[in-house]
């Protein structure tokens, strides 16, 4: 059984920083693609960031580029997503996704809140 779990999550102030970790265990091989998403209050969830195991260009969604970064450890299938110069309209749950032939798979999301 594949367990995806996030990590990181919490309070930061407008400007600050935070970086979310999502690990992957179980039987899981071959992924293809691991990503962030979120989801606010009233919103749908949508596509933050994404990483691909072929070598493609990650993917960012526009109102977090230049601020967050996505980067993994293949090794230990692991996701990490450095959000910078946070703001309020960050404010989320987010979770991760992991793909491969079988999945994707789903964590239960963290807690991303941004305020002063």
């Known amino acids: 059984q594949v367990q995806v779990v996030e990590s990181g999550g919490g ?3 407008p400007g600050g920083s935070l970086r979310l970790s999502c690990s992957a265990s179980g039987r ?3 992924i293809y693609e691991m990503g962030w998403y979120r989801q606010a209050p ?12 072929d070598g493609s260009p990650a993917f960012y969604v526009d109102s977090v580029k230049g601020r967050f970064t996505i980067s993994r450890d293949s ?5 990490f997503l450095q959000m910078n110069s946070l703001k309020p309209e960050d404010t989320a ?3 991760c996704k992991i793909c491969n032939s079988i999945g994707p798979y789903w964590g239960r999301g963290t ?4 305020s002063s």
């Open 28 to 30: 899981i091989s071959s």
């Open 111 to 114: 807690q991303v809140t941004v």
């Open 75 to 79: 090794a230990n299938n692991t996701v």
């Open 93 to 95: 749950v987010y979770y």
């Open 11 to 13: 309070l930061a102030q």
């Open 42 to 53: 009233g919103n749908q969830r949508e596509l933050v960031a994404t990483i691909f195991s």
